[in-house]
């Protein structure tokens, strides 16, 4: 990494916004964040890193605000996970008027004015759900998708990437509810849940979650009604301490996991790399796997069920 010398005496100050500051997923990218400021001080590059976002995954108008107060302290560069791949485009479009370079990471972004984007294939990982649940269900049966929120381009990628496969390759699987969503909190997923829960509880055999929130609501859901377990097949997606211990004790039968310290530790290197004058890729894979029961032991898959993010934020 021989752009990092270039200008050892320049500092900057970079704003990471979340969509949200609450779930695991979010302390994560926070900690890869940090890891990256940690090694470009090593380097003897001095980055502030500040960490703000909106507490609800839904507070599209706080995230607004919070783009825009960094845009006035003039801070050197933005990492932005936007909540709404059409709301945050303004904003974005104003920082690169003002010369504030931004890197979305995360979810996309209906813009060309970022100057890169770090995140998973997540259409790849709704791909890894749908041919996963076939798998189990015997390519046969019948499916939910219990969607996030309108406006969410990570999770509707892993919606559309489910959908999609199920579709094209699985004529035996029939999705028999697809357009419910379960909002930005464990509680209103639950609710969702249940009312998914009992109206199809009898008849569904297998059910996609996209995210923490959505996952987590709906296994306690199929607790309540006793279908857990493995009686409906259970895919969700993220590594929470929740869905993982749901994943050990068998109430989930699959999760598709993310990098997030990768994503965050990448979103902040990829923007001092850019104000360095180095160039930069579009676009930053960071990976995408399933976790299952029998492979969660692994190493390889027990650091992205438990990434160390206590390592770097206490």
């Known amino acids: 990494m021989a752009w990092l010398v270039s200008a050892a005496d320049k500092s900057y100050t970079i704003a990471v916004i979340p969509k949200g500051t609450t779930h695991e997923f979010w302390q994560a990218i926070h900690a890869g964040a940090v890891k990256a400021q940690r090694e470009l001080a090593e380097k003897g590059i001095k980055v502030e890193v500040i960490w703000k976002g909106p507490l609800r995954e839904d507070d599209r108008d706080q995230q607004i605000q919070v783009v825009e107060n960094f845009m006035t302290r003039r801070v050197d560069g933005i990492v932005l996970a936007p909540l709404d791949s059409q709301a945050l485009v303004a904003p974005v479009v104003n920082a690169a008027k003002a010369k504030i370079p931004v890197v979305v990471f995360d979810s996309d972004l209906k813009s060309d004015k970022q100057i890169s984007f770090v995140a998973t294939d997540n259409y790849k990982g709704g791909v890894i759900a749908a041919e996963y649940l076939a798998k189990l269900l015997g390519e046969e049966g019948n499916a939910i998708l219990l969607r996030l929120a309108v406006g969410s381009a990570s999770t509707e990628a892993r919606e559309a990437g489910f959908l999609d496969t199920l579709k094209s390759n699985y004529p035996g699987i029939k999705v028999i509810s697809s357009d419910q969503h379960g909002g930005a909190t464990r509680e209103t997923a639950y609710q969702a849940s249940q009312n998914l829960l009992n109206r199809y509880g009898r008849e ?71 104000l360095q004058g180095e160039p930069v890729e579009k676009r930053v894979d960071t990976g995408v796997v399933l976790a299952t029961p029998a492979n969660m032991a692994e190493p390889k898959i027990q650091e992205l069920l438990h990434p160390p993010a206590d390592k770097y934020l206490k």
């Open 204 to 274: 569904v055999n297998g059910i996609f979650c996209p995210n923490e929130t959505t996952a987590i609501g709906m296994t306690k859901a199929l607790r309540d009604i006793g279908k857990a377990g493995g009686k409906v097949k259970m895919i969700g997606f993220d590594s929470g301490t929740q869905s993982v211990l749901d994943l050990k004790n068998g109430d989930l039968q699959g999760l598709v996991v993310q990098n997030p310290m990768l994503m965050g530790y990448l979103g902040v290197m990829t923007l001092i790399k850019h």
